[in-house]
């Protein structure tokens, strides 16, 4: 019915069914549909610039931007064929060429789809940075889920796709209808075989809802400290403070424990320790620590203290805490803090202070009686309570 009111239009148009007019007008409506659809996917842009400059943000030009391509393909597709149906040739080739110009609109839908979708998740990535400028914790959060349903959505468009695609032909339907009847062993095989990726898939989408690393956590995973830069449905890659990357598959990440560093924030706390001499007094170490740390930008004032954690034999352990905004600037801190310290203590009374062994001599209560005076050196720890044994001069 359809190509019989296509033939009758032709007919009322004055366009000859027999001779080289109709393979003409069939070469002519490849060309022609497509420009036409290029000029109404442009009139369509200009037209929704005019409503697009109205608004304030620039993610509506995007989209029109974006559309331009699908849209000319599925009009070129549509436009196409209508044309070629005007002569009785060109619809016996648009109902040969059925299922190709069918596949050809179906991609241009997806090709629209995954565009839109690429869109959505730059407008949630650039809301979620300009929220953790201000601060919000949050927003990390909100990357990953973007970046995770993006991908999960780019695999739905083009396995629906490409399964509609397949459908319509005919030795592709044939062949699934007469798959069913083995499904069901086929299934189990499948199960069986894929339930690895299965089950890293599965982790994914469980790291995705409930969030136990974001994109730019900072963590330690076996003994390395990093930052969380991508993560997928079956690894996360974590960017290693020196450069290099570490691939941790998903479903590692939930049987193991490892450290995430910025999970509830990114404010940390750090200790610098450092060995004096037994003599060294600490209230001068702390007053010299607390006019220091205030000259750095490193420390965000919220923690300092000074403690004596440990002694040994010959030195006193000094502990200095500190806290910083974000792991990268603890470290920072800690390593000048350092520095600072150790050129205090060695300019401290020309190095007084500094770790040192003391030897000490002592008399023998013999000698002593007979008045020879000392006659053996005794050497001993500073500290220690055991004596080393005489040694003959």
């Known amino acids: ?230 993560i997928r449905l079956t690894h996360v890659v974590v960017k290693i403070w020196d450069e290099r990357r570490l691939i941790v598959p998903t479903a590692r990440l939930l049987d193991q424990s490892f450290q995430n560093w910025t999970k509830h924030g990114a404010a940390k706390l750090g200790t610098v320790e450092i060995y004096v001499d037994y003599r060294t007094p600490v209230d001068a170490v702390r007053r010299h620590f607390e006019s220091i740390l205030p000259s750095s930008e490193l420390w965000d004032e919220r923690v300092k203290a000074v403690q004596v954690t440990n002694v040994t034999e010959r030195t006193i352990q000094v502990r200095l805490l500190v806290s910083a905004r974000d792991p990268g600037q603890l470290f920072d801190l800690r390593c000048w803090l350092r520095e600072e310290m150790v050129r205090w203590v060695q300019e401290l009374e020309g190095g007084a202070y500094l770790p040192q062994e003391r030897l000490t001599r002592s008399t023998s209560l013999s000698e002593a009686a007979e008045g020879r005076g000392p006659a053996s050196g005794r050497a001993r720890r500073a500290g220690a309570g055991d004596r080393l044994p005489d040694v003959a001069p």
């Not at 442009?42 to 929704?48: L, P, Q, T, V, Y």
């Not at 064929?81 to 009785?88: N, Q």
């Not at 839109?116 to 889920?145: F, K, W």
């Open 1 to 230: 019915m359809q190509n019989s009111n296509f033939e009758s239009l032709g007919a009322r148009l004055g366009i000859p069914g027999d001779g080289v007019w109709p393979w003409v007008i069939v070469a002519a409506s490849v060309p022609v549909g497509f420009g036409l659809a290029r000029i109404a996917a442009g009139a369509f842009r200009r037209a929704g610039s005019v409503v697009a400059r109205r608004t304030a943000t620039p993610w509506d030009e995007k989209t029109l931007d974006a559309a331009i391509g699908p849209v000319t393909l599925c009009l070129g597709v549509v436009l196409t064929a209508g044309l070629a149906k005007l002569t009785r040739l060109g619809q016996g080739l648009v109902t040969d060429l059925r299922s190709l110009l069918s596949a050809l609109f179906i991609g241009g839908v997806a090709w629209l789809l995954l565009r839109i979708v690429g869109i959505l998740t730059e407008v949630l990535d650039a809301r979620a940075l300009r929220h953790l400028e201000e601060g919000s914790e949050s927003s990390r959060g909100l990357r990953t889920q973007a970046r995770v349903l993006e991908r999960v959505a780019r695999v739905l468009i083009v396995i629906v796709a490409s399964a509609l695609v397949l459908l319509n032909f005919e030795a592709v339907r044939n062949v699934g209808v007469s798959l069913l009847a083995s499904a069901g062993i086929a299934g189990v095989v499948l199960g069986l075989a894929a339930q690895k990726p299965v089950g890293a898939i599965l982790s994914g989408l469980h790291i995705l809802f409930t969030r136990p690393i974001d994109l730019g956590d900072k963590v330690v995973v076996d003994g390395e400290f990093g930052t969380i830069e991508e």
